[in-house]
Every structure is written in structure tokens, then in C-alpha cells.
């Protein structure tokens, strides 16, 4: 800020578009959608500013129609993955030398392209390589990343606008030195915006990134270095490689200048790499950060004050948008007796309107395909063994295909034990367990949703009782890092509700928050004296 204080923009978040039938953004994005089903790709890797191709190449198909292949990208080979930390750590003076409002000024424009000429790219190769409802991509890969960048750009202005006080004859003032070294991101197939931002919330604040993204993201990761390379990002600032994750993780890891971890995935992955990381400590340069959001068994519990349509909304949008591969999703629910039959009624009625799985193409379907065939046999697993179990009824769905694509019928089991397999064991699928409980326990069934489950990410109470809502916000406390009364435990929007939580679901450092990118900085205080002691005698000395 040498020439002067400046202000961003205020943030706002993105309006969602609706893609009613005759919209002209309906259009647009169907155009293409078709577009992109009808054509193949060659994805490289992006390191140093540079496409980088290999020989070892692997095939992209849509989870819906997976014997149909729309492209194809490079893998990493050992070299090349230290070639890409390399790229980076050349990039990192000037990067970081850099005043922050061009930084800031890189991803404002970034979000611009996507709001503008990248959104229908960006959504329509996420409905199509991750099998999202044009509606979960308009909520994810448009206005989600956008939120993303511009509120960032917001938090990290109020970041290095925040100073120490000063004492009479002398200047205290604080900088917000991006780490030494490397960030290494590591992102879902789940979530395009989580995808983008995991990088982008570390090179904003000055840092380079090795990036790796999920095998099943590839295509729309490429439409968002696309949107980074228009917008002025500068070469090896953020590099992208591919493969292999144990090779691409091992060298990242065992590298002296790594600085930090910026992951979002599975749980056990992340204690292996935090063990990785510990194992590895006296190499490193610097104590690194280690910023993971990972799994999920969410919960909805329900009061017998509650409205039974509200509860069956919930469950349904909660539990099956996105097939139930949220994070967040709602995957177990407690129900009170005296309306449970009522709630449960609802629910189906609601599953039976629902179109059969099928493409997101067809944007009368709300459910498409989960997102691989390992997804797909794991969900298999679970519902037929449901179908065996006596203390567990299929009450709804419990059917699946994987013939053209990886459909599984959205799922309502009803057990009647609380610790039932699947009341604890996270699935990421469209498959949600239903415990009820008799109206006079319902504060036993408090504690029982308090430890039941190793993760602690999000959770709701749904109730028409005011003292139950307080009861439950206090013996929750510890279980979900989000907390929502009387609406569904997913929908986080950036600037409303940061998202995060601990336990086995993370470390809570709250993506879309300037908590988060505090993480990414190492501050250093500077104490000016404008009249310097000639003598070193205090006044007490006489």
C-alpha cells in the first residue's frame, strides 16, 4: 500500500439463476453442455505457465453415461511433480513482492470471467464430469467460487488493515508475510468452488501452490486455470499436476520448503498426511500449516414440536441433493414417535415424485449418478446388507443399476438401533438411517447424537419449542462445526455461514472467512523509535 490505502469492491454474494424452462441461461448452458458431450478434450497439466503433456494419459466419462469418454488427461511422473515445486518456488519473490491490490485485482477479475463468459462453461462441465443437477452447479461452480474470490479479496483487505496500537515516540505496525516456502492443495471431485478456492484463498495472500486435484474433477479444474490464466494470473504461481496421489504426495511432503496443507477430503488421508508431516518435521524449514475440512454423519434430530413437512423437507433436500455427496449431507435422523410415521410418509411421497436417476441433462431430474464405481459397489454394499439386517428396514428406494451410469436409488433406512452400522459410518451417497426415538427421551437422544460419531461437521434441530432449541444448541455444542435450527445441515454460503468443523471432520479453520486465510500468512511485527536512549540508565537508578 505504498501509494495509497485502498478499498475493494463489497463483496455481495452471486445471485443463483434459476434455469426455469424458456430462460435464457437454461439455454445457454444445455447449448453447452451438449457441447462438451459431443466433443473430446485433451487436458494438460499447467506448470511453470506451461501445458505439459506425458505419454501415460487416462480417459474422462461422465458418472452417468460412464462408457461414454469426453477427454482425456496427462499424468505426472515424479520429475515433472518436482519440476512443478520448483516452477513454484521460482515464482514465490516477485509473486509475494507483489502490492496486494494487484493480487487482489487478479482474482477480482477471476470471479468477473466466471459471473460472465465462464459461467455456463464452468457449470456445464461440472453437471457433466461430476454428474450435478444444473442447479447444485449454479449453487457450486458459479456463485459459490465467485463468493469465494470476491468475499477473500474482502477478508484479506480488513487482514492487513488490522494494526497494533502505539505508544508515544514510536510505531508499531504488523506485515502479513505469506509463508516461506510452498502450499501444497489438495481438492474434492465433489465441490468445483472448494476445488478453486483451496489454491486461490493461498496465492491471494502471496503464497505459490502445488495443486492436485481430484481425478474426477479434472475437467471442470481445467476450466478454472483457464479463468486464472485470463485473468493475469502470473506463470508458477499456482501449478497443476495430476496422478499418482501417494507419488505427488511423498515429494511435496519430503520437501524441505513445504510450508503448508490446504485439503479437503477423506479423514483417514488427512491423518496420514498430518502423520506424514510429523514424520518429516526436521526437514522442513518451517513449521507447516495443516488446514483440512474432511468427513461427515450429519445429523437432523427432530422435537415432537416440530412441523412434520418442514422435518420431511429437510430430510430430503439434506439427504439426496447432489446424490448425498456433501460433506454436509444429512445422512442419520432421529425422529420422534408420535409424528414420526407422518415425517416418513412425506419423505417417500416426496422419493416417489422424483424422476428415476438419470442424466443432469435432463434438468427434470433431481437425482443423477454418484460419482464412481467404487462409490457405487460401497453404496451397494451397505443396502443389501440392510436389506439382511433384522434391527434395519428399507423403507423407501433401495435400488441401484450401474449398467449405463452409476445410479443408486435414493435410500430411506429405519433402524431401530441407534448404533446401527449406518448410523455411524460416514457413506457419502444417497442412502440416509432413521432412528425413532420415544418422545420422553428426547435429551437422552441429545447425548446419544453427541456420541455416536467420531466427526463433528454439521448437524440441525428442527422444533417448534424454544427451551428444546436452547437444549439442544448446548448439548451439541461440540458436534458440528455448523449448526442449523430448523433448516437442513447443508447450504453453507460464504459471507453467511463459514464453513468448517473438528473432531474427525477437520480443523475447523472455516473456508469463506478471514480466519482461514490467517493461516496462510506468518506475521511480522515492526516497532519503529523515532528518538533512540542514548543512555542506558532508567529513571530508578537515581
Known sequence: MG??????????????KSYAPGSAERAEVLEQYKAYYNSTIDIPMFIGGKDIRTANTRSISPPHDHQHIVGQYHLANEELVSDAISNALAARKKWAELPWEQRAAVFLKAADLISGPYRAKINAATMMAQSKTIHQAEIDSACELIDFLRFNVEYMSQIYEEQPDSAEGLWNRVEYRPLEGFVYAITPFNFTAIAGNLPASAA??????????????????????????????????????????????????????????????????FKDLWKQIGNNIHKYKTYPRIVGETGGKDFIVAHPTANPKQVATAIVRGAFEFQGQKCSAASRVYLPKSISEEILEHVKTDLQSFNKPGSPEDMSNFITAVIHEASFDKLAKYIDQAKKDHDATIYAGGNYDKSKGYFVEPTVIVTTDPKYTTMETEL?????????????????????????????????????????????????????????????????????QPFGGARASGTNDKAGSAQNLLRWVSPRLIKETFVTPVDYRYPFLG
Open 428 to 496: 457419502f451417497g444417497p442412502v440416509v438411517t432413521i432412528y425413532v426415538y420415544d418422545d420422553q427421551d428426547w435429551s437422552q437422544t441429545l447425548e446419544l447424537i453427541d456420541s455416536t460419531s467420531e466427526y463433528a461437521l454439521t448437524g440441525a434441530v428442527i422444533s417448534g419449542d424454544r427451551y428444546a432449541i436452547d437444549e439442544a444448541t448446548k448439548v451439541l455444542e461440540n458436534c458440528a462445526g455448523n449448526f442449523y435450527i430448523n433448516d437442513k445441515p447443508t447450504g453453507a454460503v460464504v459471507g453467511q
Open 204 to 269: 491471494m495472500m502471496g503464497n505459490v501452490v502445488l495443486w492436485k486435484p481430484s481425478d474426477h474433477q479434472i475437467y471442470s479444474a481445467k476450466v478454472i486455470i483457464d479463468i486464472f490464466k485470463e485473468a493475469g494470473l502470473p506463470d508458477g504461481v499456482i501449478n497443476v499436476v495430476y496422478g499418482d496421489p501417494v507419488m505427488i504426495t511423498k515429494i511435496a511432503l519430503e520437501n524441505p520448503d513445504f510450508t503448508g496443507i490446504h485439503y479437503t477430503g477423506s479423514t483417514q488421508v
Open 3 to 16: 501509494k495509497g490505502f485502498f478499498q475493494v469492491p463489497t463483496a455481495i454474494n452471486e445471485p443463483i
